[in-house]
């Protein structure tokens, strides 16, 4: 398995899966209130993560 995704009720266990899964699988979640990006953020610190929602305000392009 290379990536699981989590939703839901099983969002509120993404300790739990981060901790668990080997380094080379990926969890994508979909934020919900209990389990939202930020809290999600401090607990794999961005890895192995891709957030799952859309985005209030897109992300301006930079350029160099």
């Keep these: ?5 989590v939703n839901d009720r ?3 266990d993404l300790e739990i899966y981060y901790n668990e899964l080997r380094d080379d699988q990926i ?5 919900t209130v209990t389990m939202n990006i930020e809290k999600a953020l401090e607990i794999t610190g ?3 993560l891709v957030v799952v929602a859309e ?4 992300i301006p392009v930079r350029k160099i």
Excluded: F, K
């Design 46 to 48: 961005g890895d192995r």
């Design 27 to 31: 969890i994508y979640l979909n934020p």
């Design 10 to 12: 099983a969002s509120e």
């Design 1 to 5: 398995m290379r990536a699981i995704q």
């Design 55 to 58: 985005i209030p305000q897109p």
